[in-house]
């Protein structure tokens, strides 16, 4: 007989029961009286015998409600787990192993918060053998928390360091880096890969603190689907979390993703600070739905479990829409920063609260966030095979949004004079020195979605206010092209639609559109490099 442990096993496509656990860096130890949660234990007969024993080596375990004599593992400070490893046929070098074992027998008996995951989870278990012997095989799984820490060139972690016992640079460090490049990458083909050298660098990330801190710490996080907080504060209300934790459930219902009637509900400019809005949540929900949503919000892991299940479409993973409300944030960051100077009592509130540890959130740092939101869209369109038409008209209202907001909406002077105009007006910057310096703010990536044709209005409004508030030459000339080639297409169409590139303009006109701009399909015939490992899901992207 010869038996894998997965052998007979039976799983279900997804069960609570078998998700990764979350597990806390500091350790704690679990109070005696702790009932376990599976079942009522009585154990007022077993209380006078706890008089003669050390309370500090004595845990209960929630799971069972057994007690437990630890005194005799080894601690941190004794030799006697590297003795022990060495009498045992352990395939762990004893110098790798961790000697505090009682440390790490109260954490995992400690008591479990309402919505945590227990620390470890049976995943399957099975009879297997191996050399003329038979044996049990029980799969088990754990999240080891780690620190991973990035300091300046003058700290104690000018080197990344992750707590890990693994060979540096470990794997931890990849993974980060790959997060944190996927939000902050520049104009990169990634039809191109990374080249990553030996210490587990890659481009883009040489310094990696500077980097974070350029971005700002509470944007990445909220890339990141994370919060900003030490291991105490784990547990506090995230609002962010609560909001994505809604459109999960609304994107489970069906109704979490962008429809064609939303497309153009951005016809002004809105005030940075009201970020996405979900409508109104039902006033009474079911007990499921309230305990999913708690999950959600509280659980990591059961919340990238869910966060994983959604298409790519729906609002907490659509990455225009994201990118879209980066900006958002970005502009916000600004306008607080712009009024910090003003208001004296303003800044010494964000300065109380570390807000300027980072840096100064002005013209300058704004610019950089959303030209990198706006490149990181044009190369979105130009992923091959090309976007589907539901993409591209979640990239046009992103553009045409964010276009808005700097013409619109930002184009005086965000701060007294003492600096260049281009330094203190984010339309000067972007739009009139952009263009001198041969950048088409917008309007390039633009000309890439000529099919969304209903855009066309606020395409001619935007010129007018462009034309009378001043800008290159070269920049009107391609915002006019933009703006008679959307014309063009909707006259053929007979309405303001928009049209799927399939159904195509006529061979008439040698299929251009007028001004000499047609909608851009990226070529699937181009070269690229095939990945032996990995794989991007169509249109994924938490960005």
Excluded at 148 to 170: A, M
Aim: charged share 25%.
């Amino acid at each position: 007989m010869h038996l894998t442990p997965t052998t007979n096993l039976i799983q279900t496509p997804f069960s609570l029961a078998v998700m990764p656990p979350t597990t806390r860096s500091q350790a704690h130890r679990l109070d005696t009286t702790v009932a376990p949660a599976t079942e009522y234990h009585d154990h007022s007969d077993t209380e006078s015998e706890l008089d003669d024993l050390d309370a500090d080596n004595i845990v209960r375990s929630p799971f069972t409600g057994l007690m437990y004599d630890i005194s005799q593992l080894p601690t941190g400070d004794s030799a006697q787990g590297a003795v022990d490893s060495q009498q045992t046929h352990s395939r762990v070098d004893p110098g790798d192993q961790d000697r505090d074992i009682q440390g790490r027998v109260r954490e995992l008996f400690r008591k479990l918060g309402s919505h945590e995951s227990p620390p470890i989870n049976l995943q399957f278990c099975g009879l297997g053998e191996e050399d003329g012997g038979e044996f049990y095989a029980f799969q088990l799984r754990e999240i080891i928390p780690l620190s991973i820490r990035i300091g300046t060139p003058t700290s104690r972690w000018s080197e990344p360091h992750c707590s890990c016992r693994n060979r540096k640079p470990c794997q931890h460090l990849i993974w980060l880096y790959d997060a944190i490049s996927g939000l902050s990458l520049d104009n990169h083909d990634d039809s191109r890969p990374l080249v990553v050298n030996r210490a587990g660098g890659i481009p883009g990330m040489e310094d990696p603190f500077s980097t974070i801190a350029d971005f700002r710490l509470d944007l990445l996080t909220k890339g990141l689907h994370c919060g900003v907080g030490s291991s105490y504060e784990y547990g506090n209300r995230d609002w962010f979390r609560e909001m994505e934790a809604d459109e999960i459930l609304l994107a489970l219902e069906g109704s979490g993703s962008e429809d064609d009637s939303d497309l153009d509900h951005h016809h002004s400019y809105p005030n940075p600070s009201k970020r996405r809005r979900l409508e109104a949540p039902p006033q009474r929900r079911s007990r499921l739905e309230r305990t999913v949503r708690e999950l959600l919000v509280q659980n990591n892991e059961v919340f990238s479990v869910f966060l994983n299940m959604l298409s790519p479409r729906d609002k907490v993973r659509n990455l225009y829409s994201r990118l879209q409300d980066r900006v958002d944030a970005v502009l916000l960051e600004l306008k607080r920063y712009s009024e910090s100077l003003a208001d004296p009592s303003l800044a010494s509130d964000l300065a109380s609260t570390g807000a300027d540890r980072e840096g100064r959130c002005d013209v300058a740092w704004a610019s950089r966030h959303i030209l990198r939101a706006v490149s990181q869209i044009g190369s979105e369109l130009l992923r091959a095979p090309g976007p589907g038409p539901r993409e591209r008209a979640d990239a046009a209202r992103a553009l045409m949004h964010i276009l808005e907001a700097v013409v619109l909406g930002y184009d005086g002077d965000m701060y007294p004079s003492g600096a260049s105009p281009r330094d203190r007006n984010l339309y000067r910057r972007l739009v009139e020195a952009g263009g001198h310096a041969g950048g088409l703010f917008v309007v390039e990536q633009l000309g890439h979605v000529l099919d969304q044709t209903q855009h066309a209005d606020r395409i001619e409004a935007i010129k007018k206010r462009v034309r009378a508030r001043g800008a290159p030459a070269a920049y009107l000339d391609r915002l006019e092209e933009v703006a008679a080639g959307m014309r063009s297409i909707q006259s053929r169409q007979g309405s303001a639609v928009p049209y799927s590139p399939s159904v195509s303009s006529s061979a008439d006109d040698g299929g251009e559109s007028a001004g000499g701009l047609q909608p851009v399909v990226a070529d699937s015939a181009a070269p690229s490099v095939q990945a032996t490992a990995g794989l991007k899901r169509t249109w994924e992207g938490d960005y």
